[in-house]
Nanobody, 123 residues
Framework: QVQLVESGGGLVQAGGSLRLSCTAS????????MGWFRQAPGKEREFVGA????????YYADSVKGRFTISRDNAKNTVYLQMNSMTIEDTAIYYC????????????????WGQGTQVTVSS
């Protein structure tokens, strides 16, 4: 089992920045690729980005490419989502997820999920 806990959500103005953290416990963190997803009210869960097990490779949705950056610190069992130039469309609950071996953009392929953290962008 892997337990994931997100933090860092909150209210930010459009154009601002926010950094989310996701801390893992339970299994060897570096065995897992990590993904970030989000879900806005009335919408399906959406892929945001992912990072490989050792952090050498990342992959982003087109909607956040160039604005969001994922990184990880395996010594701290933590993955980060740095969000810059935020827009109202970024408002959602953000989830981190863990998947063994290779990352994916498909939520069904992830094994473990955090409880989510709310991010609200105001105009």
């Amino acid at each position: 089992q892997v337990q994931l806990v997100e933090s860092g959500g909150g209210l930010v103005q459009a154009g601002g920045s926010l950094r989310l953290s996701c801390t893992a416990s339970g299994r060897t963190f570096s065995d897992y690729a990590m993904g970030w997803f989000r879900q806005a009210p009335g919408k399906e869960r959406e892929f945001v980005g992912a990072i490989s097990r050792r952090g050498g490779s990342t992959y982003y949705a087109d909607s956040v490419k160039g604005r969001f950056t994922i990184s990880r610190d395996n010594a701290k069992n933590t993955v980060y989502l740095q969000m810059n130039s935020m827009t109202i469309e970024d408002t959602a609950i953000y989830y981190c997820a863990a998947k063994r071996l290779i990352y994916s953009s498909h939520p069904d392929e992830y094994d473990y999920w955090g409880q989510g953290t709310q991010v609200t962008v105001s105009s």
